[in-house]
Protein backbone atom coordinates (compact mmCIF):
# COMPACT_ATOMS: atom_id res chain seq x y z
CA UNK A 1 0.00 0.00 0.00
CA UNK A 2 1.23 3.54 -0.67
CA UNK A 3 1.95 5.42 2.17
CA UNK A 4 3.80 8.10 0.22
CA UNK A 5 1.98 11.68 1.06
CA UNK A 6 1.16 12.48 -2.11
CA UNK A 7 -0.66 15.92 -2.80
CA UNK A 8 -3.75 15.19 -5.07
CA UNK A 9 -5.71 18.26 -6.47
CA UNK A 10 -9.32 18.75 -5.84
CA UNK A 11 -9.26 16.33 -2.89
CA UNK A 12 -10.10 17.36 0.88
CA UNK A 13 -6.98 18.37 2.78
CA UNK A 14 -7.49 15.85 5.40
CA UNK A 15 -6.81 12.83 2.87
CA UNK A 16 -4.08 14.76 1.29
CA UNK A 17 -0.33 15.02 1.74
CA UNK A 18 0.62 13.88 5.14
CA UNK A 19 -3.15 14.75 6.26
CA UNK A 20 -3.56 11.33 4.51
CA UNK A 21 -4.02 8.16 6.23
CA UNK A 22 -1.31 5.33 6.70
CA UNK A 23 -2.57 1.95 6.14
CA UNK A 24 0.11 -0.38 7.95
CA UNK A 25 0.67 -0.75 11.74
CA UNK A 26 4.01 -0.92 12.63
CA UNK A 27 6.70 -1.75 15.39
CA UNK A 28 10.12 -0.29 15.10
CA UNK A 29 13.06 -0.24 16.97
CA UNK A 30 15.68 0.77 15.68
CA UNK A 31 15.55 4.26 16.21
CA UNK A 32 18.37 6.86 15.18
CA UNK A 33 18.36 10.13 17.15
CA UNK A 34 19.75 13.46 16.15
CA UNK A 35 20.98 15.47 19.68
CA UNK A 36 20.84 13.79 22.84
CA UNK A 37 17.44 12.45 24.89
CA UNK A 38 16.94 13.93 28.20
CA UNK A 39 17.42 10.50 30.28
CA UNK A 40 14.45 12.01 32.87
CA UNK A 41 11.96 11.34 29.99
CA UNK A 42 10.99 7.59 31.19
CA UNK A 43 7.88 6.89 29.56
CA UNK A 44 5.43 6.92 26.33
CA UNK A 45 3.84 9.83 24.19
CA UNK A 46 1.33 9.18 22.69
CA UNK A 47 -0.73 10.73 20.04
CA UNK A 48 -4.18 9.98 18.38
CA UNK A 49 -6.01 10.83 15.22
CA UNK A 50 -8.31 10.60 12.56
CA UNK A 51 -7.16 7.31 10.09
CA UNK A 52 -10.09 6.12 7.84
CA UNK A 53 -9.15 2.61 6.74
CA UNK A 54 -10.69 3.37 3.17
CA UNK A 55 -8.73 6.41 2.58
CA UNK A 56 -12.07 8.10 2.47
CA UNK A 57 -14.43 10.12 4.65
CA UNK A 58 -16.52 13.48 4.96
CA UNK A 59 -15.13 15.00 7.14
CA UNK A 60 -11.55 15.47 9.17
CA UNK A 61 -13.42 14.37 12.45
CA UNK A 62 -14.91 11.14 11.14
CA UNK A 63 -11.86 8.46 10.27
CA UNK A 64 -11.18 5.66 12.32
CA UNK A 65 -8.72 6.27 15.73
CA UNK A 66 -5.22 5.41 15.41
CA UNK A 67 -2.99 6.01 18.07
CA UNK A 68 1.21 6.58 17.22
CA UNK A 69 3.67 6.00 20.31
CA UNK A 70 7.02 6.45 21.30
CA UNK A 71 8.77 4.65 24.04
CA UNK A 72 11.50 6.66 25.74
CA UNK A 73 13.95 5.30 28.63
CA UNK A 74 17.51 6.27 30.20
CA UNK A 75 18.04 8.83 27.08
CA UNK A 76 17.32 6.07 24.74
CA UNK A 77 13.88 5.47 22.21
CA UNK A 78 13.00 2.19 22.43
CA UNK A 79 10.04 1.70 20.07
CA UNK A 80 7.55 3.34 17.44
CA UNK A 81 4.60 1.46 17.01
CA UNK A 82 1.29 2.69 15.80
CA UNK A 83 -2.25 0.89 16.23
CA UNK A 84 -5.78 1.15 15.41
CA UNK A 85 -8.04 1.64 17.94
CA UNK A 86 -10.20 -1.69 17.80
CA UNK A 87 -13.55 -0.66 18.49
CA UNK A 88 -16.39 -2.52 17.08
CA UNK A 89 -16.87 0.41 14.59
CA UNK A 90 -13.33 -0.40 13.25
CA UNK A 91 -14.22 -4.29 12.44
CA UNK A 92 -17.55 -3.50 11.31
CA UNK A 93 -16.46 -0.63 9.08
CA UNK A 94 -19.95 0.97 10.01
CA UNK A 95 -20.69 4.69 9.49
CA UNK A 96 -19.75 6.86 12.27
CA UNK A 97 -22.81 8.98 11.83
CA UNK A 98 -25.67 6.08 12.20
CA UNK A 99 -24.64 4.68 15.77
CA UNK A 100 -25.27 7.50 18.10
CA UNK A 101 -27.34 5.33 20.07
CA UNK A 102 -24.26 3.03 21.08
CA UNK A 103 -21.96 3.85 23.30
CA UNK A 104 -19.50 1.27 22.19
CA UNK A 105 -19.57 2.54 18.74
CA UNK A 106 -16.91 5.05 18.96
CA UNK A 107 -14.33 6.35 16.39
CA UNK A 108 -11.40 6.42 19.31
CA UNK A 109 -9.67 9.17 17.28
CA UNK A 110 -9.32 12.41 19.48
CA UNK A 111 -7.39 12.25 22.56
CA UNK A 112 -5.61 9.58 24.73
CA UNK A 113 -4.92 10.31 28.48
CA UNK A 114 -4.03 8.18 31.06
CA UNK A 115 -5.94 8.65 34.95
CA UNK A 116 -5.78 6.19 37.74
CA UNK A 117 -3.43 3.62 36.10
CA UNK A 118 -5.75 3.40 32.87
CA UNK A 119 -4.62 5.07 29.06
CA UNK A 120 -8.17 5.57 27.63
CA UNK A 121 -8.06 6.72 24.07
CA UNK A 122 -11.39 9.24 23.23
CA UNK A 123 -14.14 10.41 20.99
CA UNK A 124 -16.48 12.70 22.44
CA UNK A 125 -20.36 10.82 21.43
CA UNK A 126 -19.11 7.67 23.20
CA UNK A 127 -17.58 5.26 26.06
CA UNK A 128 -13.64 6.06 26.25
CA UNK A 129 -11.35 2.75 25.25
CA UNK A 130 -9.43 1.17 27.29
CA UNK A 131 -5.67 0.64 26.01
CA UNK A 132 -2.62 -0.78 27.20
CA UNK A 133 1.01 0.84 27.75
CA UNK A 134 1.72 -1.69 24.12
CA UNK A 135 -1.38 -0.21 22.10
CA UNK A 136 -3.74 -2.94 22.48
CA UNK A 137 -6.89 -2.01 22.38
CA UNK A 138 -8.41 -4.31 26.07
CA UNK A 139 -11.98 -2.27 25.04
CA UNK A 140 -14.51 -0.09 25.80
CA UNK A 141 -14.56 1.42 29.44
CA UNK A 142 -17.56 2.87 31.30
CA UNK A 143 -16.46 2.34 35.00
CA UNK A 144 -17.86 -0.57 35.63
CA UNK A 145 -21.03 0.32 34.25
CA UNK A 146 -21.37 3.69 35.88
CA UNK A 147 -21.23 5.74 33.03
CA UNK A 148 -24.63 6.23 31.31
CA UNK A 149 -22.90 9.11 28.68
CA UNK A 150 -19.97 8.88 26.48
CA UNK A 151 -17.06 11.67 27.37
CA UNK A 152 -15.83 13.92 26.10
CA UNK A 153 -12.28 13.87 24.09
CA UNK A 154 -10.98 16.97 26.85
CA UNK A 155 -11.29 15.48 30.55
CA UNK A 156 -9.69 17.66 32.55
CA UNK A 157 -7.14 15.84 35.93
CA UNK A 158 -6.90 18.66 38.58
CA UNK A 159 -3.59 19.39 38.59
CA UNK A 160 -3.84 20.03 42.81
CA UNK A 161 -6.51 16.96 43.34
CA UNK A 162 -5.54 14.45 40.95
CA UNK A 163 -9.59 14.15 40.05
CA UNK A 164 -11.04 13.55 36.36
CA UNK A 165 -13.70 16.31 35.61
CA UNK A 166 -15.50 15.51 32.21
CA UNK A 167 -18.90 16.06 30.53
CA UNK A 168 -20.78 14.39 28.12
CA UNK A 169 -23.11 16.45 24.95
CA UNK A 170 -25.71 14.21 23.49
CA UNK A 171 -27.86 15.20 20.03
CA UNK A 172 -31.11 14.17 22.38
CA UNK A 173 -31.93 14.98 26.19
CA UNK A 174 -30.23 15.30 28.14
CA UNK A 175 -27.74 17.68 25.99
CA UNK A 176 -25.40 18.03 28.50
CA UNK A 177 -24.39 15.81 31.46
CA UNK A 178 -21.38 16.63 34.05
CA UNK A 179 -19.31 13.70 35.20
CA UNK A 180 -16.32 13.44 38.44
CA UNK A 181 -14.44 10.78 38.77
CA UNK A 182 -11.61 10.46 42.04
CA UNK A 183 -8.20 10.47 41.21
CA UNK A 184 -8.48 6.54 42.08
CA UNK A 185 -10.52 6.50 39.34
CA UNK A 186 -13.92 5.92 40.82
CA UNK A 187 -16.91 7.53 39.01
CA UNK A 188 -18.17 9.97 41.73
CA UNK A 189 -20.45 11.84 40.47
CA UNK A 190 -23.25 12.81 37.67
CA UNK A 191 -25.40 15.56 37.07
CA UNK A 192 -27.58 16.65 33.86
CA UNK A 193 -27.13 20.25 33.59
CA UNK A 194 -29.61 21.93 31.49
CA UNK A 195 -28.92 23.84 28.13
CA UNK A 196 -31.12 25.06 25.10
CA UNK A 197 -30.58 22.57 22.71
CA UNK A 198 -28.21 19.84 21.11
CA UNK A 199 -24.66 21.90 20.39
CA UNK A 200 -21.24 20.67 19.84
CA UNK A 201 -19.23 20.85 23.50
CA UNK A 202 -16.02 20.28 22.44
CA UNK A 203 -14.41 20.93 25.36
CA UNK A 204 -14.70 22.82 28.70
CA UNK A 205 -12.96 24.71 31.81
CA UNK A 206 -11.86 23.58 35.49
CA UNK A 207 -10.57 25.66 38.23
CA UNK A 208 -9.73 24.94 41.94
CA UNK A 209 -13.12 25.16 42.85
CA UNK A 210 -15.34 25.34 39.60
CA UNK A 211 -16.35 23.64 36.33
CA UNK A 212 -17.33 26.24 33.09
CA UNK A 213 -19.01 25.14 30.52
CA UNK A 214 -19.01 26.61 27.65
CA UNK A 215 -22.84 26.43 25.54
CA UNK A 216 -21.96 28.19 22.23
CA UNK A 217 -23.79 28.05 18.84
CA UNK A 218 -22.99 25.02 16.87
CA UNK A 219 -26.03 23.43 17.16
CA UNK A 220 -26.90 19.83 16.15
CA UNK A 221 -28.42 20.14 12.16
CA UNK A 222 -28.77 17.84 10.06
CA UNK A 223 -28.16 19.90 7.17
CA UNK A 224 -25.16 20.85 8.12
CA UNK A 225 -23.65 17.21 7.14
CA UNK A 226 -24.03 18.44 3.52
CA UNK A 227 -21.62 21.36 3.72
CA UNK A 228 -19.78 20.61 6.37
CA UNK A 229 -19.10 16.64 6.46
CA UNK A 230 -20.46 16.74 10.04
CA UNK A 231 -24.53 17.58 11.47
CA UNK A 232 -24.11 20.74 12.85
CA UNK A 233 -23.92 24.13 12.15
CA UNK A 234 -23.71 27.64 13.41
CA UNK A 235 -27.48 28.81 14.78
CA UNK A 236 -27.06 33.40 14.96
CA UNK A 237 -30.11 32.53 17.19
CA UNK A 238 -28.69 30.14 19.80
CA UNK A 239 -26.95 32.64 21.88
CA UNK A 240 -23.11 31.94 23.81
CA UNK A 241 -22.82 31.51 27.34
CA UNK A 242 -20.41 30.13 30.23
CA UNK A 243 -21.60 28.29 32.48
CA UNK A 244 -19.81 28.09 36.23
CA UNK A 245 -20.51 25.46 38.76
CA UNK A 246 -18.94 24.74 41.83
CA UNK A 247 -17.18 21.55 41.25
CA UNK A 248 -19.33 19.22 43.17
CA UNK A 249 -22.23 21.44 42.20
CA UNK A 250 -25.84 20.25 40.23
CA UNK A 251 -28.32 22.17 37.99
CA UNK A 252 -29.34 24.55 40.15
CA UNK A 253 -26.24 25.81 41.29
CA UNK A 254 -25.08 27.00 37.74
CA UNK A 255 -24.94 30.17 36.82
CA UNK A 256 -24.71 31.56 33.40
CA UNK A 257 -22.98 34.60 31.81
CA UNK A 258 -23.80 35.74 28.40
CA UNK A 259 -20.70 36.43 25.95
CA UNK A 260 -20.29 37.25 22.08
CA UNK A 261 -21.18 34.46 20.13
CA UNK A 262 -17.69 32.63 18.79
CA UNK A 263 -16.69 29.14 18.88
CA UNK A 264 -14.40 27.41 21.01
CA UNK A 265 -12.42 24.23 19.94
CA UNK A 266 -9.69 24.21 22.98
CA UNK A 267 -9.03 26.39 26.08
CA UNK A 268 -5.61 26.88 27.44
CA UNK A 269 -6.36 27.08 31.00
CA UNK A 270 -8.60 28.51 33.55
CA UNK A 271 -7.99 29.72 36.84
CA UNK A 272 -9.36 31.76 39.58
CA UNK A 273 -8.06 35.04 41.10
CA UNK A 274 -10.02 36.61 44.03
CA UNK A 275 -13.67 37.13 42.08
CA UNK A 276 -12.81 36.39 38.69
CA UNK A 277 -12.53 33.52 36.84
CA UNK A 278 -9.83 33.78 34.14
CA UNK A 279 -9.92 31.58 31.00
CA UNK A 280 -7.34 31.53 28.38
CA UNK A 281 -9.22 30.30 25.20
CA UNK A 282 -8.52 29.74 21.07
CA UNK A 283 -11.27 31.40 19.98
CA UNK A 284 -13.14 31.55 16.53
CA UNK A 285 -15.48 34.17 15.92
CA UNK A 286 -17.58 31.93 13.86
CA UNK A 287 -17.25 28.81 12.34
CA UNK A 288 -19.66 26.58 10.65
CA UNK A 289 -22.11 28.99 8.98
CA UNK A 290 -23.59 28.67 5.59
CA UNK A 291 -22.69 32.46 4.63
CA UNK A 292 -19.43 33.04 6.13
CA UNK A 293 -16.04 31.61 5.56
CA UNK A 294 -14.58 30.10 8.73
CA UNK A 295 -12.05 32.77 10.30
CA UNK A 296 -8.52 31.25 11.88
CA UNK A 297 -8.55 30.90 15.65
CA UNK A 298 -6.82 33.34 18.01
CA UNK A 299 -5.85 33.58 21.46
CA UNK A 300 -8.21 35.31 23.36
CA UNK A 301 -9.28 35.64 27.66
CA UNK A 302 -12.41 35.66 29.13
CA UNK A 303 -12.69 36.81 32.74
CA UNK A 304 -16.05 36.09 35.05
CA UNK A 305 -16.55 38.64 36.89
CA UNK A 306 -18.72 36.69 40.20
CA UNK A 307 -19.54 39.23 41.98
CA UNK A 308 -20.30 42.06 39.09
CA UNK A 309 -22.10 39.49 36.72
CA UNK A 310 -20.02 40.39 34.10
CA UNK A 311 -17.69 39.23 31.57
CA UNK A 312 -14.78 41.14 30.01
CA UNK A 313 -12.82 39.81 26.77
CA UNK A 314 -10.16 40.75 24.92
CA UNK A 315 -7.82 39.40 22.30
CA UNK A 316 -4.50 38.26 23.07
CA UNK A 317 -2.46 37.60 20.10
CA UNK A 318 -3.55 38.03 16.14
CA UNK A 319 -1.81 34.79 15.19
CA UNK A 320 -3.47 31.63 14.47
CA UNK A 321 -2.75 29.30 17.32
CA UNK A 322 -4.66 26.17 18.37
CA UNK A 323 -4.13 22.98 20.19
CA UNK A 324 -2.89 24.49 23.54
CA UNK A 325 -1.36 22.77 26.12
CA UNK A 326 0.10 23.93 29.99
CA UNK A 327 1.95 21.75 32.06
CA UNK A 328 -0.40 19.08 33.32
CA UNK A 329 0.24 20.43 37.15
CA UNK A 330 -1.20 23.54 36.28
CA UNK A 331 -4.67 22.48 34.86
CA UNK A 332 -7.21 24.43 36.61
CA UNK A 333 -4.18 26.60 38.40
CA UNK A 334 -2.49 30.11 38.06
CA UNK A 335 -0.19 29.63 35.20
CA UNK A 336 2.29 31.79 33.31
CA UNK A 337 3.38 29.55 30.28
CA UNK A 338 0.71 27.94 27.46
CA UNK A 339 1.98 26.53 24.29
CA UNK A 340 0.25 26.57 21.20
CA UNK A 341 0.77 24.90 17.45
CA UNK A 342 1.36 27.86 15.25
CA UNK A 343 -0.72 26.92 12.12
CA UNK A 344 0.42 27.95 8.50
CA UNK A 345 -1.09 28.30 4.85
CA UNK A 346 -4.59 27.82 6.28
CA UNK A 347 -3.89 24.51 7.42
CA UNK A 348 -4.22 22.75 10.71
CA UNK A 349 -0.66 21.90 11.17
CA UNK A 350 2.14 23.18 12.90
CA UNK A 351 4.93 25.28 11.08
CA UNK A 352 6.20 26.42 14.78
CA UNK A 353 5.31 25.98 18.53
CA UNK A 354 4.76 29.57 20.04
CA UNK A 355 4.79 29.68 23.82
CA UNK A 356 3.16 32.52 25.42
CA UNK A 357 4.14 34.10 28.33
CA UNK A 358 0.94 35.42 30.31
CA UNK A 359 2.83 37.49 32.39
CA UNK A 360 4.35 39.98 30.48
CA UNK A 361 2.38 39.22 27.37
CA UNK A 362 4.81 38.42 24.84
CA UNK A 363 5.24 35.23 22.95
CA UNK A 364 8.46 33.22 21.60
CA UNK A 365 8.23 30.57 19.30
CA UNK A 366 10.20 26.86 18.22
CA UNK A 367 10.56 27.48 13.88
CA UNK A 368 10.40 23.76 12.84
CA UNK A 369 11.96 25.19 9.79
CA UNK A 370 10.02 23.36 7.36
CA UNK A 371 9.12 20.51 9.11
CA UNK A 372 5.22 20.71 10.29
CA UNK A 373 4.05 19.59 14.12
CA UNK A 374 1.20 19.15 16.18
CA UNK A 375 0.26 19.54 19.34
CA UNK A 376 3.00 20.21 21.89
CA UNK A 377 2.84 18.35 24.64
CA UNK A 378 4.89 19.75 27.80
CA UNK A 379 6.75 17.63 30.25
CA UNK A 380 8.33 18.49 33.26
CA UNK A 381 12.03 18.13 34.00
CA UNK A 382 13.67 16.13 36.47
CA UNK A 383 13.65 17.99 39.79
CA UNK A 384 11.96 20.58 37.80
CA UNK A 385 11.97 24.45 39.74
CA UNK A 386 10.67 27.17 36.99
CA UNK A 387 6.93 26.39 35.73
CA UNK A 388 8.73 25.99 32.07
CA UNK A 389 11.59 23.82 33.02
CA UNK A 390 10.49 20.98 30.94
CA UNK A 391 9.83 19.48 27.30
CA UNK A 392 7.89 19.54 24.39
CA UNK A 393 6.86 16.76 22.45
CA UNK A 394 5.30 16.65 19.31
CA UNK A 395 5.44 14.80 15.93
CA UNK A 396 7.08 16.31 13.10
CA UNK A 397 6.84 15.76 9.26
CA UNK A 398 9.53 15.88 6.97
CA UNK A 399 8.18 16.47 3.43
CA UNK A 400 11.71 16.84 2.30
CA UNK A 401 12.06 12.67 3.60
CA UNK A 402 8.47 12.41 3.32
CA UNK A 403 9.03 10.61 6.89
CA UNK A 404 8.21 11.95 10.33
CA UNK A 405 9.80 12.43 13.80
CA UNK A 406 9.36 13.29 17.47
CA UNK A 407 10.84 16.41 18.06
CA UNK A 408 11.67 17.34 22.01
CA UNK A 409 12.16 21.05 22.83
CA UNK A 410 13.73 22.70 25.67
CA UNK A 411 10.66 24.27 26.96
CA UNK A 412 12.32 26.93 28.65
CA UNK A 413 14.26 28.17 25.16
CA UNK A 414 12.26 27.46 22.36
CA UNK A 415 13.94 29.24 20.36
CA UNK A 416 16.77 26.79 20.15
CA UNK A 417 17.37 23.97 18.15
CA UNK A 418 15.39 20.99 19.33
CA UNK A 419 17.72 19.00 22.30
CA UNK A 420 16.73 15.75 20.14
CA UNK A 421 14.49 14.55 17.17
CA UNK A 422 13.57 10.50 17.29
CA UNK A 423 13.80 9.43 13.52
CA UNK A 424 10.77 7.30 12.39
CA UNK A 425 11.02 5.31 9.59
CA UNK A 426 7.55 6.49 8.12
CA UNK A 427 5.19 9.67 8.57
CA UNK A 428 2.76 10.29 10.93
CA UNK A 429 -0.11 11.86 10.05
CA UNK A 430 -1.07 15.66 11.14
CA UNK A 431 -3.60 14.40 14.14
CA UNK A 432 -5.41 15.70 16.88
CA UNK A 433 -4.23 15.57 20.92
CA UNK A 434 -1.86 13.15 22.94
CA UNK A 435 -0.19 12.49 25.88
CA UNK A 436 3.10 12.14 27.91
CA UNK A 437 2.53 9.16 30.38
CA UNK A 438 5.06 8.41 32.79
CA UNK A 439 5.99 5.30 33.85
CA UNK A 440 5.01 4.71 37.44
CA UNK A 441 7.55 6.36 39.82
FE1 LIG B 1 -9.89 18.65 20.67
Known sequence: MNQHAKIEKDKAFWL??????????????????????????????????????SGETPHWFLGQGMIHGVELQNGKANWYRNRYVRTPMLEAGSDPMAAFDDLTQSLANTHIVGHAGKILALEEGHWPFEMTPELETVGAYSYGGKLQTGMTAHPKICGKTGELLFFAYGTKPPFLTYHRASAEGELVQSEVIEVKGATMVHDFNITENFVIFMDLPLVWNLEGAAKFGLPIQWDDDYGARLGVMPRDGSNKDVVWYDIDPCYVYHPMNAYEDGDEIILDVCRMAHSMTLDRPDVPPVLYQWRINQATGKVSERQLDDRTVEFPRVPDAKVGLPYRYGYTAEFADGLPAAAAFRKYDQQTGTSTAHDLKGRMGGEPVFVPAAGASAEDDGYLLSFAYDPTEDKSELVIVDASNVEADAVARVHLPTRVPFGFHGSWIADPA
Open 16 to 53: NGNFAPVFEERTETALTVTGSIPPELNGRYFRTGANPP
